[in-house]
């Protein structure tokens, strides 16, 4: 007995109703993001493994899928490093390119190649596959998509806002009901670390303090303590710990907080421009709410940090993203400051299914289904199939004329708008009976109409 097919773990095939689903997630996106200006852009699936290779830390760099070279390539392979065990200078001489990890490396690679075909500021979007060697989990794929859009070559903060704005859109386009977009400052962060006198530990600082609705207060005091913070140090910070009210009113606090600290403030500064900026503008459906312990990213982010959670949807975030500066300084290209954000398409595919929020016509990809009662009928039919066809209208004529039962129970497994049924009595009035199976109403129609029904 042959073996039953089957895929690697960590990847997944896609049904029909699934890719329309993730179609309609992606559609939604890029049409925002077109209408924001951003143009779309795309990179190999594999790079060079010198390019994505020392980016993403010692961690990263071992999920990062190596493709084996082939052919005569195969014999440069160092063997004396594997007796040595020197694992990373052997894997280098047996494999010269990688699977991309992302698709920010990429991005800042992308940037340096073509900066002379550049209009800047450059504003880019991306939708495409990234791999990782991770151990695959509910939720944790090594395969999957990034949906991502970035500014190169502007430290306006205007740019901000209008992610702001995009993030608020694209939400609210796809029917989420209630959903934060939560933002910090990487400067308010350093501000933190600075009036404690703890500078050389914002990152176990700040990511002790990202656990706050976590673990909460107690926790976060155990971990800081756990990363040597002093005591003192800690109880500056904890203020912060139960920090709540309006936007305004945090923001005011952190102006005092922060007053000490030249950075802690500038970052405050930015932040009460995005607010207020983006207060002109308003927003449909989105909370925007400061959150100062809100650390993502710490080695990457210089300003602004953005994070969205749909609430009442047990769900981490499901987009995110951040201001940095020099990102393109890995490929030798300095000062070029940015900001780009993430959907997180797998997760708002999650909410929008635990939400029953897909528009139901969203798998209807076929309009007409002609049932087939044999050759007379087939030959009347065609050339109304064809016409159908070169008015936009998706049309199949079921390929076999067999029972009548069988055929409508294809049209409901395909989740037909409408079956056409063209029998004798039809053929000789010149019309068509047209069958609504969603509500089973039935229309009689003329021939030469047929187009002006289905499109009313």
Known sequence: MAQKPSIPKGTRDFLPFQVNRRDYIYNTIKGVFKKFGFAPIETPSFELSSTLMGKYGEEGDRLIFRILNSGEKVKKADLKSLEEGNLPRFANSISEKALRYDLTVPFARFVVQHQNELTFPFKRYQIQPVWRADRPQKGRYQEFYQCDADVVGSDSLLFEIDFIQIFDEVLTKLNIPDFSIKINNRKVL???????????????????????????????????????ISDQAIKMISPLFSLTGDNKR????????????????????????????????????????????????????????????????QMGSICGGGRYDDLTGLFGMNGLSGVGISFGADRIY????????????????????????????????????????????????YPDATKLKKQFKYADDRNVKYTAIFGESEIAKNQVTLKNMATGEQTSVKVDEIIKSLTK
């Open 190 to 228: 350093s501000g933190i670390a600075e009036i404690t006198g703890e500078e050389d530990k914002i990152i176990p600082i700040t990511v002790a303090i990202d656990k706050l609705d976590k673990i909460g207060e107690e926790g976060v005091v155990k971990e800081l303590k756990e990363k040597g």
């Open 250 to 313: 945090m923001i005011s606090f952190m102006k005092d907080f922060l007053s000490d600290s030249l950075i802690g403030s500038k970052g405050i500064e930015e932040l009460e421009y995005v607010f207020e900026k983006t207060n002109l503008f308003g927003l449909q459906r989105a909370k925007l709410e400061f959150d100062v312990t809100l650390a993502r990213g710490l080695n990457y982010y210089t300003g602004a940090i953005f994070e969205v959670k749909a609430n009442g949807v």
């Open 350 to 397: 999650d909410v929008l299914t635990e939400l029953e929020l897909f528009p139901e016509d969203i798998s209807q990809n076929l309009d007409v289904l002609f049932v087939n009662f044999g050759e007379k009928e087939t030959q009347f039919c065609l050339p109304i199939v064809k016409k159908l066809r070169d008015n936009g209208i998706s049309v199949e004529l």
